[in-house]
């Protein structure tokens, strides 16, 4: 009788944590699905077009959502590569390296640099990042700025500002994760490795190798923060519908334009528009999260690939 009862208990605690979990599938179709119908007029008028086109005139009724998906994927990209190295070495000291009475103090202040609003953010770029960005471009020579990378008017405002309060943003999120996954490692693998003769720091780059799928992991949800990242990156990108290499010209992102334009849509056609650039964005998150689940799945299947199989040894009776 209790093995019974324990068995309809483990069935509905199954479908309970199953259904939550379909729950959560059915809210991202449902989200995305909402977006669509919302953004029909958009979808119907302009097609695959809204994606390549350039001009984002509402007067005229012409929008095109390249230069917003430019400048987010630039801004974040850009800002991943900056904060990637930093946040890694943030995460090293803490678990590896860090004297104990230092590691809750500064774990603290690393955690609390997540919890600070993208207003704060904001604010402080306008600033402090502006003046800053503006001091660099005019001190660079004239052949620098010459340079298309280099190339813009001297505001301040601009995609350097942006990839700059980025950075410090994903920063905290990339090293909380990455700490807490070099601390799941088991200490084995370092003892191990001290075993055969490694360096502290080749103890330490066996730690990274066992939980590289977990530290990929946390470097995706920090492009994610970036992705989406909305007031803090308004406030400094300058806002300008164009596409540009240049580390000092004002551009747009996608949550920008949907901040600073949603309230101020006279129109159907540019409320879905506006709407389609959001589900562009949603698209757009899903196609990152998807590629890096692959990546860590093809990481994984690697390393199992590469495992040498098991030497089963053979029976004594059959040794002859």
């Known amino acids: 009788m209790s093995r019974r009862l324990l068995s309809r208990h483990d069935i509905g605690f199954r479908l309970g944590t199953g259904l939550v979990a379909l729950s959560l599938v059915l809210l991202v179709v449902f989200i995305g699905l909402e977006l669509a119908r919302q953004s029909q007029l958009s ?13 984002w005139d509402p007067v005229s009724g012409e929008f095109g959502a390249r230069p917003f998906i430019w400048g987010t994927l ?23 390296l860090c004297p104990a009475r230092l590691r809750q103090p500064l774990t603290f202040l690393t955690e609390l640099l997540a919890a600070i609003p993208s207003i704060v953010y904001g604010l402080w770029g306008i600033f402090v990042l502006v003046p800053a960005v503006r ?3 005019t001190s660079m020579p004239d052949a620098l700025r010459a340079l298309p990378i280099f190339y813009g008017p001297p505001l301040g405002v601009g995609m350097l500002a942006a990839v700059l309060i980025l950075a410090v943003m ?5 090293s909380s994760v990455a700490r807490e996954v ?12 001290y075993a055969l003769g490694a360096t502290q720091w080749e103890a330490i780059r066996a730690a990274l190798f066992y939980g590289r799928t977990g530290i990929i992991g946390a470097i995706m949800l920090g492009f994610g923060r970036a992705l ?23 551009q747009y992102t996608m949550a920008a334009v949907l901040a600073n ?15 389609e650039v959001g589900l562009v964005l949603f698209v757009i998150t899903l196609i990152v999260n998807v590629a890096s689940r692959l990546l860590i799945w ?4 690697t390393v199992t690939a590469r495992k040498p199989a098991p030497i089963v040894a053979a029976p004594v009776g059959d040794a002859a």
Do not use: C, H
């Open 74 to 96: 630039y801004s974040s990209i850009l800002a991943l590569a900056l904060a990637t190295p930093i946040a890694l070495g943030i995460a090293i000291y803490l678990s590896e």
């Open 261 to 275: 334009e949603f309230t101020e849509a006279a129109d159907e056609l540019y409320l879905d528009a506006l709407i």
């Open 182 to 193: 070099l601390r799941a490692v088991p200490v084995a693998q370092r003892e191990a490795a």
């Open 43 to 55: 979808i119907a008028k302009f097609g695959l077009s809204f994606w390549v086109n350039d001009v």
């Open 298 to 301: 093809r990481m994984n299947r």
């Open 135 to 137: 001091a660099l471009q």
């Open 170 to 174: 994903i920063i905290p999120f990339t």
């Open 228 to 250: 989406g990242e909305t007031m803090a990156v308004t406030m400094v990108i300058g806002n300008n519908p164009q596409i540009s290499l240049s580390l000092f010209a004002p």
